[in-house]
């Protein structure tokens, strides 16, 4: 709305009669689009007027083509300008949600549910297949699979793992059992809610019957670690057990471990640096060293001195000072000792006082008593 009027005016200014056009269309659009019950079509034709009205001047018109940016380029120039920022400092980008994560990934199953054959007669009829031969053949297939609704097909599913587990494992291996049933379920689950993402109480339901399988997996680990191991295979599933220590990757902590990463490295860095000048250093210092060497040598040799009696004279000096520093008395810590010493200072002073005060009076009694034996 600014940028529209202001470049009427710039155009009124020129004196020419595209602005006085383009002022009285740009007046005309103010009033429109001030007006709620304007329509739709009136601020189409001003605003075309007010386009054709400034293409006339070049000035006015780069003014309303610079103002007018739209805003998916603004965004699209912050993300390149957080990108370069990305670019620069080297910062951790933030991790897609979801990115290669399934749904209902968290149950541990891999399998799914296998399709059942349409001519395959239901649990409640099996050993009667001879007997509805003797029927017509609409009454057998009511007894297959073909008629059988959802709750039907899955008990049939049920009871046909609960017969696959009873002939490998013993009779009462009741949590074996209970863990498939649920396995069932949930692969069942997961197909509708995965159809129908706004069900919340079967996605409610899939969560608890997940965390009951959890719960005797958990058990029979702890029972038979063998059996445990047999059955994730044989259901293909995957346990995961409660982690020790919960680990929050947040966009802080990501922060704070670079920061921590990139400090480190310039320790290292700086380390390193001071470790490679010692070694040029120290080529330098030996060579200068045996220079020095030699020149006492030299000097030696020419006042006829010995090495050895400078040597003595310099162990000699050293136990000197040696001697010197265990004589001298050690600096007061700087602890709470002091405390302690101000303590005893302070009871030898009250001493002090009150033998001093004793002494005054046994001097005036001694006065009394001469004056009163004068007297």
């Given at each position: 709305?600014?940028?529209?009027?202001?470049?009427?005016?710039?155009?009124?200014?020129?004196?020419?009669?595209?602005?006085?056009?383009?002022?009285?269309?740009?007046?005309?659009?103010?009033?429109?689009?001030?007006?709620?019950?304007?329509?739709?079509?009136?601020?189409?034709?001003?605003?075309?007027?007010?386009?054709?009205?400034?293409?006339?001047?070049?000035?006015?018109?780069?003014t309303t083509q610079i103002r007018s940016i739209?805003?998916?380029?603004?965004?699209?120039?912050?993300?390149?300008?957080?990108?370069?920022?990305?670019?620069?400092?080297?910062?951790?980008?933030?991790?897609?949600?979801?990115?290669?994560?399934?749904?209902?990934?968290?149950?541990?199953?891999?399998?799914?549910?296998?399709?059942?054959?349409?001519?395959?007669?239901?649990?409640?009829?099996?050993?009667?297949?001879?007997?509805?031969?003797?029927?017509?053949?609409?009454?057998?297939?009511?007894?297959?699979?073909?008629?059988?609704?959802?709750?039907?097909?899955?008990?049939?599913?049920?009871?046909?793992?609960?017969?696959?587990?009873?002939?490998?494992?013993?009779?009462?291996?009741?949590?074996?059992?209970?863990?498939?049933?649920?396995?069932?379920?949930?692969?069942?689950?997961?197909?509708?809610?995965?159809?129908?993402?706004?069900?919340?109480?079967?996605?409610?339901?899939?969560?608890?019957?997940?965390?009951?399988?959890?719960?005797?997996?958990?058990?029979?680990?702890?029972?038979?670690?063998?059996?445990?191991?047999?059955?994730?295979?044989?259901?293909?599933?995957?346990?995961?057990?409660?982690?020790?220590?919960?680990?929050?990757?947040?966009?802080?902590?990501?922060?704070?471990?670079?920061?921590?990463?990139?400090?480190?490295?310039?320790?290292?860095?700086?380390?390193?640096?001071?470790?490679?000048?010692?070694?040029?250093?120290?080529?330098?210092?030996?060579t200068e060293k045996e220079k020095v060497l030699?020149?006492?040598?030299?000097?030696?040799?020419?006042?006829?001195?010995?090495?050895?009696?400078?040597?003595?004279?310099?162990?000699?000096?050293?136990?000197?000072?040696?001697?010197?520093?265990?004589?001298?008395?050690?600096?007061?810590?700087?602890?709470?000792?002091?405390?302690?010493?101000?303590?005893?200072?302070?009871?030898?002073?009250?001493?002090?006082?009150?033998?001093?005060?004793?002494?005054?009076?046994?001097?005036?009694?001694?006065?009394?008593?001469?004056?009163?034996?004068?007297?």
């Open positions: 709305m600014f940028s529209f009027s202001k470049a009427c005016i710039f155009v009124v200014q020129e004196h020419c009669i595209a602005g006085r056009f383009a002022l009285y269309s740009s007046k005309q659009f103010l009033w429109t689009s001030s007006c709620y019950s304007a329509s739709k079509v009136t601020y189409l034709k001003t605003t075309e007027k007010v386009k054709l009205g400034l293409q006339n001047n070049e000035a006015a018109w780069s739209s805003y998916e380029e603004k965004q699209k120039k912050q993300r390149t300008h957080a990108q370069k920022m990305i670019d620069m400092f080297d910062l951790p980008t933030k991790k897609k949600k979801f990115e290669t994560r399934k749904p209902f990934d968290y149950s541990g199953d891999f399998g799914e549910l296998e399709p059942l054959k349409d001519d395959e007669t239901m649990f409640v009829y099996r050993g009667l297949e001879d007997k509805f031969k003797e029927f017509p053949q609409n009454y057998s297939k009511v007894t297959s699979l073909e008629y059988a609704d959802g709750q039907e097909k899955m008990a049939h599913r049920i009871w046909t793992m609960q017969e696959k587990f009873l002939n490998i494992c013993k009779y009462g291996e009741r949590s074996e059992m209970i863990i498939a049933q649920k396995t069932i379920q949930i692969r069942n689950l997961k197909e509708h809610c995965q159809k129908n993402k706004k069900d919340t109480l079967a996605r409610v339901i899939l969560l608890e019957q997940i965390q009951g399988r959890k719960k005797e997996l958990k058990k029979l680990r702890k029972r038979d670690y063998k059996r445990f191991i047999w059955l994730l295979k044989e259901l293909d599933l995957l346990y995961r057990p409660h982690p020790l220590y919960v680990d929050l990757n947040t966009r802080r902590a990501r922060m704070r471990q670079y920061l921590r990463e990139e400090t480190c490295r310039i320790i290292r860095e700086k380390i390193n640096a001071v470790y490679t000048r010692l070694d040029s250093e120290k080529e330098n210092f030996y030699s020149e006492i040598r030299k000097d030696l040799s020419d006042h006829n001195i010995s090495a050895y009696d400078v040597l003595q004279n310099v162990r000699k000096l050293r136990q000197e000072r040696v001697v010197e520093r265990q004589n001298k008395a050690p600096p007061t810590p700087n602890t709470y000792r002091w405390i302690q010493s101000d303590k005893d200072r302070k009871k030898a002073e009250r001493r002090e006082r009150d033998l001093h005060r004793n002494a005054l009076v046994k001097k005036g009694m001694q006065k009394l008593a001469q004056s009163e034996e004068a007297s």
